[in-house]
T-cell receptor, first 114, second 114 residues
Framework: GAGVSQSPSNKVTEKGKDVELRCDPI?????LYWYRQRLGQGLEFLIY????????KSGLPSDRFSAERTGESVSTLTIQRTQQEDSAVYLC????????????FGPGTRLTVT | AQSVAQPEDQVNVAEGNPLTVKCTYS??????LFWYVQYPNRGLQFLLK??????LVKGSYGFEAEFNKSQTSFHLKKPSALVSDSALYFC????????????FGTGTRLTVIP
């Protein structure tokens, strides 16, 4: 079936504005992850959803970052009052609940804060 | 705490020669280890994983990796490099219990020279 999709693919925003990034996981994948990839760096874990359990928010860098997930489908990552250091590629991944170690990644959203 | 180190930012190899991309890890307990590849303008793709069993694991596109517990390494290898293997390679680790997210290295850019 279709892979993980993310939208928009690119987003340019002004400092101080709010942005919403969307992720559509693979159908049947109840686990969903958000990561951030800054230029020249590895991926940083942000947040993890598993079914109806409380999300693991331990990677969110500040209270300006939040994420929601509707059931076992679409997730949105919201960044409020964006700062220039938020500029990065935001990657979403999903996996089966019993194979959370094998994650399938979307193409990412490149966020540029000017 | 879990961590991954990829000591080489860049690896250059001639087409047809064997290639090695290095990775060392730190994790409590037995690790789950992964390699992902990122082609330009595309999301991360899963290459292979080590969970348990044989220390030599085989993955996609002819790649393999060797788990060495005493050296805490998980180097990626291929006997004969192709120009199309040129990409960014990420090593990742996860503890067998606890958090489900992956910890990624900073990536190694592989360039295969025709």
């Amino acid at each position: 079936g279709a892979g993980v999709s993310q939208s928009p693919s690119n987003k340019v925003t002004e400092k101080g504005k709010d942005v919403e990034l969307r992720c559509d996981p693979i159908s049947g994948h109840t686990a969903l992850y958000w990561y951030r990839q800054r230029l020249g760096q590895g991926l940083e874990f942000l947040i993890y959803f598993q079914g109806n359990s409380a999300p693991d928010k331990s990677g969110l860098p500040s209270d300006r970052f939040s994420a929601e997930r509707t059931g076992e489908s679409v997730s949105t990552l919201t960044i409020q009052r964006t700062q220039q250091e938020d500029s990065a590629v935001y990657l979403c991944a999903s996996s089966y609940p019993t194979q959370t170690y094998e994650q399938y990644f979307g193409p990412g959203t490149r966020l540029t804060v000017t | 705490a879990q961590s991954v180190a990829q000591p080489e930012d860049q690896v250059n190899v001639a087409e047809g020669n064997p290639l090695t991309v290095k990775c060392t890890y730190s994790v409590s307990g037995n690790p789950y280890l992964f390699w992902y590849v990122q082609y330009p303008n595309r999301g991360l793709q899963f290459l292979l994983k080590y969970i348990t069993g044989d220390n030599l694991v085989k993955g996609s596109y002819g790649f393999e990796a060797e788990f060495n517990k005493s050296q805490t390494s998980f180097h990626l290898k291929k006997p004969s490099a192709l120009v199309s293997d040129s990409a960014l390679y990420f090593c990742a680790v996860r503890a067998p219990t606890g958090a489900n997210n992956l910890f990624f290295g900073t990536g190694t850019r592989l360039t295969v020279i025709p």
